[in-house]
T-cell receptor
């Protein structure tokens, strides 16, 4: 079973760039790395997904080193509405079993 | 295109009663996942289903819990003889068929179960 590890919490001021790192030492060769955002009392929402190097969309960037044992979610210029829990997702043993990381609680401070 | 729908959004049961949670996946999606989230904790995988098949139920408690995804109708997560420890938020997610390793799961709003 793949194990993912993230910092439990992070604080950031508005307007700063936030980087959240997830380690996934047992990630399988064909697994993709996916990040989700969850607000209180809501279901997780897909943010970004990648396999290697760098992926960017309108919300965030995802950096994955060559060994793929970790990934870093980068949120540019965060605002108060980015306060949420962020999860990284990896799979083990094929795409049937999925594992969420412990989640990082991001608090954006005005 | 409606998102993943779950009902009820809130469910209150007394100890010993049965709880039935429903999940309607997004249109065209044939894969359904159920997760449980305890207060202040992360999501824990419970079960992965495709139409009429349970693919992986390794995260389901061995007793009292069952799940199905019939050919017609929503997926059902059933908890028999509920206990206070079953109080949690239960989330359903769906994904399209043949997504493979790039599969993206889309989550519903969850059902919050409270056992008195």
């Amino acid at each position: 079973l793949a194990k993912t590890t993230q910092p439990i919490s992070m604080d950031s001021y508005e307007g700063q760039e936030v980087n959240i790192t997830c380690s996934h030492n047992n990630i399988a060769t064909n697994d993709y790395i996916t990040w989700y955002q969850q607000f209180p009392s809501q279901g997780p929402r897909f943010i970004i997904q990648g396999y290697k190097t760098k992926v960017t969309n309108e919300v965030a960037s995802l950096f994955i080193p060559a060994d793929r044992k970790s990934s870093t979610l980068s949120l540019p210029r965060v605002s108060l509405s980015d306060t949420a829990v962020y999860y990284c997702l990896s799979r083990s043993g094929g795409y049937q079993k999925v594992t969420f990381g412990t989640g990082t609680k991001l608090q954006v401070i005005p | 295109n409606a998102g993943v729908m779950q009902n009820p959004r809130h469910l209150v049961r007394r100890r010993g009663q049965e709880a039935r949670l429903r999940c309607s996946p997004m249109k065209g999606h044939s894969h359904v996942y159920w997760y449980r989230q305890l207060p202040e904790e992360g999501l824990k995988f419970m079960v992965y289903l495709q139409k009429e098949n349970i693919i992986d139920e390794s995260g389901m408690p061995k007793e009292r819990f069952s799940a199905e995804f019939p050919k017609e109708g929503p997926s059902i997560l059933r908890i028999q003889q509920v206990v206070r420890g079953d109080s949690a938020a239960y989330f359903c997610a769906s994904s399209p068929p043949a997504s493979g390793y790039q599969e993206t799961q889309y989550f519903g709003p969850g059902t919050r179960l409270l056992v008195l």
